[in-house]
């Protein structure tokens, strides 16, 4: 069974940076893209960004681009996301999520697409 945990979360600035982590157990760690995504309140889930699982291919959300990096430790079997230049719209309940083999980088963006989930870590950015 495939377990996912994020952390990393927490209160900022805007203008400031957090870092979260995922650690996924249960899973050939390589086999999986990653992805993470968002939610805040009464608004629909929304990719942040993904990362394959065999040479790393990534994919990013427009309103992020040049704010986040997505990478993945592939011997610690964890995943994260470099968030910089906070802002308070970036405020959301943030999730990672894990897709086996998705048979196009297409994919990558879609909440759709992915099997399994984690239970979310909250970001805040206060103005």
């Known amino acids: 069974q495939v377990q996912l945990v994020e952390s990393g979360g927490g209160l900022v600035q805007a203008g400031g940076s957090l870092r979260l982590a995922c650690a996924a157990s249960?899973?050939?760690?390589?086999?999986?893209?990653l992805g993470w995504f968002r939610q805040a309140p009464g608004k629909e889930r929304e990719c942040v960004a993904g990362?394959?699982?065999?040479?790393?291919?990534?994919r990013y959300a427009d309103s992020v681009k040049g704010r986040c990096t997505i990478s993945r430790d592939n011997a610690k079997n964890t995943v994260y996301l470099q968030m910089n230049s906070l802002k308070p719209e970036d405020t959301a309940v943030y999730y990672c999520?894990?897709?086996?083999?998705?048979?196009?980088?297409?994919?990558?963006?879609?909440?759709?697409?992915?099997?399994?989930w984690g239970q979310g870590t909250q970001v805040t950015v206060s103005s």
């Open positions: 990362i394959s699982g065999s040479v790393g291919v990534t």
């Open positions: 999520a894990a897709k086996f083999r998705p048979l196009a980088i297409s994919v990558l963006t879609s909440a759709a697409a992915f099997d399994s």
């Open positions: 249960g899973l050939t760690f390589g086999n999986y893209a």
